[in-house]
T-cell receptor
């Protein structure tokens, strides 16, 4: 099983719909992150959480919300999806300290029509 | 603010060496990372270097760090078609801030 699991892998939704992307991890890491990837723009940070009671906005949090239900689970919601939220979304985890950087999930490809 | 810059594309012939360059801005970064993203997959940590090192070698990979110029490079020796991917440079962490990623360099290997 993957260390960081994202569901769904692919999703097509209509403009205005609410959608939730889920992330769960078995790494035992405290820190979790949500990024979106767009061609030519690289990875942009949406939200991050350093522990269950900690939620922080990233550079592009408008239109998104998150929930850290447990150490292992971090969900990203689009309250009212719009077409420019069409992107590849990645969840990542990291330890509180150490040198090993992030462990990424396989991504969710979201299309808003 | 923090920024990580890398060129978007690189094309090399199979068997040649590839060099992917990156510049960063945060001199307090503790580690610098290279991640690889293959088509349809997430990012995988390829290698990293501690900020007090100048060089790190791992099989076909060589990472060079010039702290004075805030320049990081990744050299892949004997590049193979399986090395075709997007390579991301990242810096951090600095204090409690998340890693900052570059936009990624797409490496194309021509057989």
């Amino acid at each position: 099983d993957a260390d960081v699991t994202q569901t769904p892998r692919n999703r097509i939704t209509k403009t205005g719909k609410r959608i939730m992307l889920e992330c769960s991890q078995t790494k035992g890491h405290d820190r979790m992150y949500w990024y979106r990837q767009d061609p030519g723009l690289g990875l942009r940070l949406i939200y991050y959480s350093f522990d269950v009671k900690d939620i922080n906005k990233g550079e592009i949090s408008d239109g998104y919300s998150v929930s850290r239900q447990a150490q292992a689970k971090f969900s990203l919601s689009l309250e009212s999806a719009i077409p420019n939220q069409t992107a590849l979304y990645f969840c990542a985890t990291s330890e509180r300290t150490g040198s090993y950087g992030y462990t990424f999930g396989s991504g969710t490809r979201l299309t808003v029509v | 603010g923090e920024d990580v810059e890398q060129s978007l594309f690189l094309s090399v012939r199979e068997g040649d060496s590839s060099v992917i360059n990156c510049t960063y801005t945060d001199s307090s970064s503790t580690y610098l990372y290279w991640y690889k993203q293959e088509p349809g997959a997430g990012l995988q940590l390829l290698t990293y270097i501690f900020s007090n090192m100048d060089m790190k070698q791992d099989q076909r990979l060589t990472v060079l760090l010039n702290k004075k110029d805030k320049h990081l490079s990744l050299r892949i020796a004997d590049t193979q078609t399986g090395d075709s991917a997007i390579y991301f440079c990242a810096e951090g962490p600095s204090g409690n801030t998340p890693l900052v990623f570059g936009k990624g360099t797409r490496l194309s290997v021509i057989a």
